[in-house]
């Protein structure tokens, strides 16, 4: 735990009481605060008294003994609109923050120079997080990982400058963070996502913006407008910038040429590491994580030897191209975390002959920008609620069937496989949220392997 200090002998108020909002509670108690916690859940506000958190009904609460409101990143800040408890706090006159604010500023108090490497972007950040911090374990750092990749960033032990800390950021978090200024700031990029939180594109990016503006290194993607125009602004502002980009660039940085990731400086280029046969890093969008995770490394003075060691031994993470086993020439794979157009090209882009299973809660756009993709697709299955929209996109160009079920996708993806007697891959990536059939991406992705486990002459992948 790092107990937060910064707040000692004065009283907060804490909308949230989910995983980090319990971890929260108790680092600022830890650190000496007093603290009213409170959610819409009485189950989770019974969890948290059984802690030995205050809880109560801030509604009906004396905001004027409140320091400041620390809110749940899952809770609305200001769009559609905001939440009762932020329009309290607002009326109140009193900040406004979240977990990843609480640590900058016990780091800002006990280990300012602690190393920090905070990662953000619409698509690949957990992967990207994951992967510097496991390319950092095995060149022997002491590592805690943490932020929106699963583990409250205040239940990771405290900075100190021989410890590195790796977070992921998500858009939610960063609004709630004003004083974010990581050692490296990693943006990978910026497509549509969330806009029923932010309400614009603009919105959203300038958000993503912050992670890097105070950061002292800027490790920025330049594949997409939002990120360049980012990067031009971090570079006319004489910040230190290192580019990545997933193709190759006449610039300075770090790019994929192919499998092969070269480093650019003014006088040479120079080939790092080879990402061939790296199930785990599959994809031209994985080789833009793992070059942003490269430039992270050597700016800590990890070896190339060390790099390309911890690039061959990344094991991948869940539900994000995870190769799950063959049942002959079909190979099944679970990409349950492309919950957006956006991330199922990367899976698209990355193979032939898809038997696709795809559908959920629709974002906005559809699958509409995947039209470029649809020769690749043998056959569609289409599950949940954006069933019908998605048929419609699909047409005459993709023979689908209405599924419903990923249990029905499953069955029939495998029986047409088997009748192929070729090469091909059986794909789930929805390009929705799960929301209307699964709590989250994680239980559809579990169901998903678990089906595919049970399919009679499967050969399963080590460890899936």
């Given at each position: ?38 959610d ?8 948290a ?25 899952g ?18 006159g009193?900040?406004i ?32 997080t ?6 950092l ?13 699963g ?34 700031g ?58 990545i ?16 990731l ?28 793992a ?7 050597k ?14 031994t ?33 899976a ?7 038997l ?56 029939q ?13 059986v794909l789930?990536?929805?390009?929705c ?32």
């Open positions: 735990m790092t107990p937060v200090t910064t707040f000692a002998n004065k009283t907060v108020a804490l909308f949230g009481l989910g995983g980090s909002g319990l971890a929260t509670a108790l680092a600022l108690q830890a650190g000496g605060a007093h603290v009213v916690a409170c819409d859940n009485p189950a989770k506000m019974a969890e008294a059984t802690k030995g958190i205050e809880t109560g009904d801030l509604r009906q609460a004396d905001w004027s003994r409140f320091s400041a409101l620390v809110l749940s990143p809770v609305p800040l200001t769009h559609p609109e905001p939440h009762w408890s932020a329009k309290l706090a607002k009326i109140a009193i900040e923050i979240g977990d990843i604010e609480l640590f900058c500023r016990a780091r800002a108090k006990i280990a300012p120079t602690a190393p920090f490497i905070a990662i953000t972007g619409t698509n690949g950040k957990s992967t990207t994951a992967l510097i911090a496991h390319i374990r095995e060149a022997g750092h002491d590592v805690q990982m943490g932020g929106n990749i583990t409250a960033i205040l239940s990771l032990e405290p900075p100190a400058d021989s410890r590195i800390h790796v977070i992921e950021c998500s858009s939610f978090q960063i609004d709630l963070a004003p004083s974010l200024a990581p050692t490296i990693v943006l990978l990029n910026i497509s549509p996502d969330h806009l029923d939180r932010h309400g614009t594109m603009e919105e959203y990016a300038a958000i993503k913006e912050r992670l890097v503006m105070k950061a002292d290194l800027v490790v920025i993607g330049i594949d997409d407008k939002w990120s360049r125009s980012i990067a031009e602004i971090c570079l006319a502002n004489e910040a230190n910038v290192v580019r980009s997933s193709e190759p660039m006449g610039k300075p940085g770090i790019f994929a040429d192919g499998g092969t070269v480093r650019v400086t003014s006088s040479d280029a120079t080939a790092v590491a080879d990402l061939a046969g790296i199930g785990s890093l599959r994809g031209s969008h994985n080789a833009q994580n070059a942003a995770a490269v430039a992270v490394a700016a800590l003075s990890v070896s190339e030897e060390e790099i390309r060691s911890g690039l061959h990344f094991p991948g993470l869940p539900h994000r191209m995870e190769e799950l086993g063959r049942i002959r020439a079909t190979l099944f794979i679970n990409d349950s975390k492309a919950t957006n157009a956006d991330s199922t090209e990367k698209l882009k990355s193979f032939d002959n898809i696709w299973i795809l559908g959920g809660k629709a974002k906005e756009g559809g699958i509409a920008p995947l039209k470029p993709y649809f020769p690749k697709i043998r056959k569609a299955y289409l599950i949940g609620a954006a069933a019908h929209e998605f048929a419609g996109t699909l047409g005459d160009e993709v023979p689908h069937v209405h599924s419903g079920t990923l249990d029905n996708a499953v069955e993806a495998a029986q047409d496989a088997a009748a192929m007697n070729e090469a091909s891959v789930l990536s929805p390009a949220a799960s929301y209307d059939q699964f709590a989250n991406y994680e239980v559809r992705g579990n169901r998903f392997r678990d089906l595919v486990r049970a399919l009679p002459g499967i050969t399963l992948t080590t460890g899936a």
